[in-house]
Nanobody, 122 residues
């Protein structure tokens, strides 16, 4: 499956962005999607995940209550709505796919998108 992430940009602290991850190539419905982010000099970290049905979601503690992950299987798209953004949210955001369940370990994912830059100014 091929993944294309988009929607990043420059926003002031407190603002919002919505990232999109569009999938193509295989049956999207069978895949869980995770969003990860990587800031300069830091490891890639889990942000949010959604299972293949959309019925189960999980979030990193740092984004709970601010970010919401959702999916529209008819459009082969997963969204990450990011509200109340903070400068610490600045990173390149990646979406990734694996079968069935979304896990927090990036090594468990088989397919990755190219990343989209999110910059939050103070």
């Amino acid at each position: 499956v091929q993944l294309q992430a988009s929607g990043g940009g420059l926003v002031q602290a407190g603002g919002s962005l919505r990232l999109s991850c569009v999938a193509s190539g295989r049956t999207f419905d069978n895949y869980a999607i995770g969003w990860f982010r990587q800031a300069p000099g830091k490891d890639r970290e889990f942000v949010a995940g959604i299972n293949w049905t959309g019925g189960t979601t999980n979030y990193a503690d740092s984004v709970k209550g601010r970010f919401t992950i959702s999916r529209d299987n008819a459009k082969n798209t997963v969204y990450l709505q990011m509200n109340s953004l903070k400068p610490d949210d600045t990173a390149v955001y990646y979406c990734a796919a694996r079968s069935w369940r979304a896990l927090t370990d990036p090594h468990e994912y088989d397919y990755w998108g190219q990343g989209t830059q999110v910059t939050v100014s103070s």
